[in-house]
Nanobody, 114 residues
Framework: QVELVESGGGLVQAGGSLRVSCAAS????????MGWYRQAPGKQREWVAV???????NYADSVKGRFTISRDNAKNTVYLQMNSLKPEDTAVYYC????????WGQGTQVTVSS
């Protein structure tokens, strides 16, 4: 059974940094691409970043240059390092396994105050 558990969200001031993590289980983590989505209040879920099983990364334009996705296959964990945070980054951040219809975690709240 696939399980994705996010952690590390919180409240941070604009310009600050935060790292969210996603612990995965129930599948061969190292063989899977992983990613992050986010959903702000009243908005649709938005793709943020993806990292391939081989470590290649891609980012939404809105976060490029500020966010970094990484993975630790020994820990079955994917990370999203967020720097230079802006109030518009406020959202629930969801871990995502892009297989089939997709698997999602429960989300972690990130709030950026101005």
């Amino acid at each position: 059974q696939v399980e994705l558990v996010e952690s590390g969200g919180g409240l941070v001031q604009a310009g600050g940094s935060l790292r969210v993590s996603c612990a995965a289980s129930g599948f061969i983590f190292s063989a899977n691409d992983m990613g992050w989505y986010r959903q702000a209040p009243g908005k649709q879920r938005e793709w943020v970043a993806v990292i391939s099983s081989g470590g290649f990364t891609n980012y939404a334009d809105s976060v490029k240059g500020r966010f970094t996705i990484s993975r630790d296959n020994a820990k079955n964990t994917v990370y999203l390092q967020m720097n230079s945070l802006k109030p518009e980054d406020t959202a629930v951040y969801y871990c995502w396994r892009p297989v089939g219809s997709g698997s999602w975690g429960q989300g972690t709240q990130v709030t950026v105050s101005s």
